[in-house]
């Protein structure tokens, strides 16, 4: 289940940082909050327009992980908050889950669809 916090951040201007380690180690890579949709079994879907490396990444070891926050969501206490999800991700070229993020992002080129493994609210 996605927390309501984390479903505010994603509606708020703020950076997205996905963490991959590869063959020739770790790699991280920004997107936009604004730009991640939640399916209705709780996945995230990422568009990409580049991410080379990252796909690359995740066809050696599919884990991620992926930190998000924005000031202007209420936190644990204080105003700003931020979450570390770690999940298992794909890229999908083909299919509802791409179409989806192609009609939003003509630029699109793939779909990083993550699974989410545990989402912790980190601040």
């Given at each position: 289940?996605?927390?309501?916090?984390?479903q505010?951040?994603?509606?708020?201007?703020?950076?997205?940082?996905?963490?991959?380690l590869?063959q020739?180690?770790p790699?991280?890579?920004?997107?936009?909050?604004s730009y991640?949709r939640?399916?209705?079994d709780?996945?995230?879907?990422?568009?990409?327009?580049?991410m080379?490396?990252?796909e690359?990444?995740?066809a050696?070891?599919?884990?991620?992980?992926i930190?998000?926050?924005?000031s202007?969501?209420?936190?644990?206490?204080?105003?700003?908050?931020g979450?570390?999800?770690k999940?298992?991700?794909?890229?999908?070229?083909?299919?509802?889950?791409?179409e989806?993020?192609?009609?939003?992002f003509a630029?699109?080129?793939?779909?990083?669809?993550?699974?989410p493994?545990?989402i912790?609210?980190?601040?």
């Open positions: 289940m996605i927390p309501e916090a984390l505010e951040i994603l509606k708020q201007d703020g950076i997205v940082a996905i963490a991959t590869g020739d180690g790699h991280l890579v920004n997107t936009w909050n991640v939640i399916t209705d709780g996945r995230l879907l990422i568009p990409a327009g580049y080379h490396r990252t690359a990444n995740i050696f070891n599919p884990d991620v992980l930190t998000l926050g924005s202007k969501v209420q936190g644990l206490h204080n105003p700003g908050a979450f570390l999800i999940g298992k991700a794909a890229f999908i070229t083909s299919g509802p889950d791409f989806l993020l192609k009609s939003k630029w699109l080129r793939a779909t990083l669809a993550v699974r493994d545990s912790t609210q980190t601040w």
